[in-house]
């Protein structure tokens, strides 16, 4: 792990203050509610930040009455007018300065094409940076070439947007509890481009740069790997998962799979959330004290304030809105990586198989779809 340092944080101070007038151009390619939160806050901060999406209603509303984004404090609820561009405007971008730094928060089925529409617009120095759910960055370098790939982890964050516009934060901010964001270049060094887009963030919420992208992203997808597909699949927000026994502890099963996996994939995990890597994997396996420690766990986030009883995983909310599911990037893709070296993933396989039958409209979302099949 890579903290910011003095340098670091004086250009962060700068960029707050507005002094950085010529800074970076920043491209929100997707600016749903990550991407919106991101590139909203950023706006707010003073950076030079345009928010690109393909919903027309959202675009228009932020332009009649700007983006409203809310949290859990007063402080956190701010309405920004940043620049804005349907899809159909992205040519427009030729008429200004080339973008320097093209965030791409999409979902992971449209990272291809994304980054494609943004890729002839860069810079000569520019980059793309992949804040999404789901590991990307092989498909971003796909399109601009692993040298202009970075990599962003919202590793702890929840947002929704729930209305055009619209943008809320159903968990707290980290600050100097735990950190939300990282960066990290796909080699593994610090580099002073993810050095400054760290400071950048850093207005936002805490963040840290990272020499072990892979490990943090492989620690994510195990945090995705229990929580989304499951509200999906059973119409849950996050609170009740953990609150009923059967789909707690299928949630547990979940993440040691997935522990298992990027363990012998050869990751250097971090932290699951708030759960240390190997006690989940035990959890999962039936090792009776892990089980114990990590329900404890699970059950006290549900009463300490620490999340909004809103909370909804993306794919959950994917669900209500009739959108298609990430589900064959995540528990599909955990599960598909175990067959490659040979171990059984068989919570995630029948999980994606759920999922899938639900967007079908072949079973409800309920929690009974996932109760005793593992």
């Known amino acids: 792990m890579f903290s910011l340092g003095a340098d670091a944080a004086n250009v962060a101070e700068k960029f707050n203050q507005g002094e950085t007038s010529m800074g970076p151009r920043i491209a929100v390619m997707g600016s749903g509610a ?27 509303t932020i332009r009649a009455k700007g983006l409203e984004l809310t949290g859990m404090t007063a402080e956190e609820c701010i309405t920004v007018r940043p620049p804005t561009m349907h899809l159909t405007e992205v040519q427009d971008i030729s008429r200004g300065r080339p973008i320097d730094i093209a965030i791409v928060s999409v979902k992971s089925y449209d990272t291809i094409w ?56 159903t968990v707290p901010r980290g600050g100097a509890s735990h950190t ?26 805490s963040v840290k740069v990272t020499t072990n992208l892979w490990g943090e992203r492989w620690s994510k997808l195990c ?23 059967a789909t707690r502890r299928f949630a547990i ?17 971090e932290g699951i959330g708030k759960l240390d890597p190997e006690k989940l994997a035990l959890a999962g396996e ?19 304030g620490g999340r909004s009883d809103l909370q909804r995983p993306s794919m959950g909310q994917d669900m209500l ?48 779809n996932v109760m005793g099949i593992i």
Not at 192 to 199: F, G
Not at 228 to 234: D, H, K, R
Not at 253 to 269: C, D, F, I, P, T
């Open 114 to 169: 994304a980054t494609t529409m943004i890729a002839q617009y860069l810079a000569p120095g520019g980059y793309v940076v992949s804040l999404q759910n789901c590991i990307n960055e092989e498909r971003v370098a796909s399109v601009v070439g692993w040298g202009r790939t970075v990599g962003g982890i919202a590793a702890t964050i929840s947002v929704d947007l729930f209305e055009a516009g619209k943008i809320r934060r």
């Open 180 to 205: 939300v964001f990282r960066v990290g270049e796909v080699h593994g060094r610090v580099t002073p481009r993810v050095t400054q887009l760290a400071a950048m963030i850093a207005g936002i919420d």
């Open 321 to 368: 809105k009739g959108r298609r599911t990430e589900i064959e990037f995540m528990n599909g893709f955990i599960a598909e990586k175990a067959a490659e070296i040979g171990r059984e993933a068989r919570a995630h396989v029948a999980l994606t198989e759920i999922v899938k039958r639900v967007s079908r409209g072949e079973l409800p979302a309920r929690p009974e």
């Open 253 to 269: 099963r979940l993440g040691s799979e997935a522990v298992r996996v990027g363990q012998a994939l050869g990751y250097q995990l």
């Open 223 to 245: 945090v995705n790997g229990m929580r989304n597909g499951l509200s999906a699949a059973t119409g849950l927000p996050g609170n009740e998962i953990d609150r009923i026994e």
């Open 286 to 304: 039936g090792d009776a004290g892990a089980l114990e420690e990590v329900e404890a766990m699970l059950i006290a986030g549900t009463n300490a």
């Open 34 to 60: 990550v991407g919106g939160y991101v590139g909203g806050w950023l706006h707010h901060l003073g950076h030079d930040v345009t928010l690109i999406d393909m919903w027309p209603e959202h675009i228009e």
